[in-house]
């Protein structure tokens, strides 16, 4: 029995997501097939990777684009859903834009058009790993950060 008193533990699920930053400061950027979201691209953690592998093939698998791990930026929890997201800045190395069965589009985002495009929760996850004083860590309710 866990500490809590309950005969289970608790689940959560773990993503990752790249901010692909090119040299002249542009965002890599997909719009999502499933729900039209524009987000940096990234996806459910397997059991058998470590995050940093793991962001590398999400990003492979949506964009085409093969990435450099640079660091962590960010540690992001939806308090509704118990997932965890994992974000790393990261530097594109070879491969050419394609689209996915992911992804409807693929655009290289200034910083002002991240914060156009993307709802809030996906924008702080970019503006964050442009900063220099992170990583950040932060709780949303999937809408809202919550202080």
């Not at 990234?42 to 962001?55: N, S």
């Not at 974000?87 to 200034?110: K, Y």
């Not at 156009?116 to 990583?135: F, K, N, Q, S, T």
Request: with cysteine; hydrophobic share 35%.
């Amino acid at each position: 029995m866990n500490p809590a008193g309950r005969g289970h533990l608790p689940r959560h699920s773990v993503s990752v997501a790249g901010v692909v930053i090119r040299q002249d400061g542009r965002v890599l950027a997909i719009r999502r097939a499933d729900n039209g979201t524009w987000e940096p691209p990234g996806g459910v953690l397997e059991l058998d990777e470590t995050p940093e592998g793991g962001v590398r093939r999400e990003v492979y698998e949506e964009t085409g684009i093969t990435v450099g791990v640079d660091r962590l930026t960010g540690v992001y929890k939806n308090m509704a859903c118990g997932v965890v997201a994992l974000v790393f800045r990261c530097r594109p190395e070879s491969g050419c834009e394609r689209l996915s069965d992911e992804s409807t589009a693929i655009e290289w985002l200034t910083s002002d058009e991240v914060s156009d495009r993307m709802g809030d929760m996906y924008a702080v996850r970019v503006l964050d790993a442009l900063r220099e004083d992170g990583p950040q860590v932060r709780s949303h309710d999937g809408r809202k950060l919550i202080a």
